[in-house]
């Protein structure tokens, strides 16, 4: 996917223009006060891009996804991986199937460093039914909100992720969560200065000496 956008052709007609993804890199990276996003459609085959789109917001930026659209893109100026907000609009994404059948990934591209964490669509029944799960348990500062569902599996579980580095930690949190629902969403991530380097990052039940059921981080290529 990634790949795909840096393909993408300036396109231009009477009433539409599509971008290069460049276009949207430059305009992230000059101006961190904001968020931005853009929306890729698959047209014939071809990926184009739409426009960037900011909300002049540091922390959303507004994404309009349609039919022909396979998957969007938004930087975060606090160069955070992907929120409990981007799982939760991916879910509701994957329960429309007739809106938006063709979404495949939501992509959190951070301008500091050219790095992309994407949510990825592995099992969009799944998925949909993982967004029922998630409603009413984001709070307004982007976190699972206290003694709900989510927060109560990461308390439970918080060996998994308690020792990592904060990016890493906040990934394996996502990736327990979608783990102990059976999501249906991966995570992915892509760095462009590092060899174009991908990880998959994930977590594996694992029993302890003491009979106790914990679930080891994974982090592979």
């Known amino acids: ?36 996003s853009i929306a890729a459609d698959d047209l014939d085959g071809e990926i184009s891009i739409n426009p960037v789109h900011t909300d002049k917001n540091p922390f959303n930026s507004t994404t309009y996804t349609g039919r022909s659209t396979v998957f969007s893109v938004h930087s975060h100026v606090n160069m955070l991986p992907p929120s409990p907000r981007d799982l939760e609009q991916i ?8 809106g938006q059948p063709k979404y495949k990934a939501t992509m959190v591209y951070i301008p500091q460093d050219s790095t992309f964490y994407s949510l990825i669509i592995t099992d969009r029944d799944k998925a949909a039914k993982f967004s029922e799960r998630l409603k009413g348990e984001i709070d307004n500062n982007n976190s699972f909100i206290e003694k709900g569902i989510f927060q109560d599996l990461l308390i439970k579980n918080k060996c998994s992720y308690e020792n990592l580095n904060k990016i890493d930690k906040e990934l394996i949190k996502l990736a327990l969560v979608i783990k102990l629902m059976d999501g249906g969403i991966s995570i992915v991530k892509h760095s462009r200065k590092n060899g174009k380097a991908t990880q998959i990052y994930d977590v594996s039940p694992l029993k302890t000496k003491r009979g106790v059921n914990i679930y080891k981080p994974i982090k592979c290529q």
Do not use: W
């Open 1 to 36: 996917m990634v790949d795909d956008l840096f393909s993408a052709k300036e396109q231009k007609g009477s009433t539409y223009r599509y971008i290069p993804f460049s276009e949207f890199v430059d305009i992230s990276s000059k101006n961190l006060n904001y968020e931005y």
């Open 91 to 98: 879910c509701n994404i994957a329960a429309d199937f007739q």
